[in-house]
């Protein structure tokens, strides 16, 4: 079992940046898959970015690719998801999630297939 801590949301203007944080509470290395998902008000969460439990490699939804980035610190057991060049549709509820994979180079991007959810962190970004 692993617990989840979300950190870093705000209110910002378009074109600004954040980044959130993800502590965990033990290791995440090589034993959860970890994810980034998003909840606007009245719509379903989303995918947002996803890193391999091997670290080895990202992934992203379409509307993030060259603006978001996430990146692990197996030092600190903590998740970073730097969003740049922020939009008004960026607005939502920010959650990072962990699952147990089927292999080390494996992601989802199905949020009923992730068992370990953060409280979330709002990010809002003002035009």
């Known amino acids: 079992q692993v617990r989840l801590v979300e950190s870093g949301g705000g209110l910002v203007q378009a074109g600004d940046s954040l980044r959130l944080s993800c502590a965990a509470s033990r290791r995440t290395s090589n034993w959860y898959q970890l994810g980034w998902f998003r909840q606007a008000p009245g719509k379903e969460r989303e995918f947002v970015a996803a890193?391999?439990?091997?670290?080895?490699?990202?992934f992203y939804t379409d509307s993030v690719k060259g603006r978001f980035t996430t990146t692990t610190d197996n030092a600190k057991n903590t998740l970073y998801l730097q969003m740049n060049s922020l939009r008004p549709e960026d607005t939502a509820d920010y959650y990072c999630?962990?699952?147990?994979?089927?292999?080390?180079?494996?992601?989802?991007?199905?949020?009923?297939?992730?068992?370990?959810w953060g409280q979330g962190t709002q990010v809002t970004v003002s035009s």
């Open positions: 999630a962990a699952r147990i994979p089927n292999s080390r180079d494996g992601y989802d991007r199905r949020p009923d297939r992730y068992q370990y």
């Open positions: 890193i391999t439990s091997s670290g080895s490699a990202t």
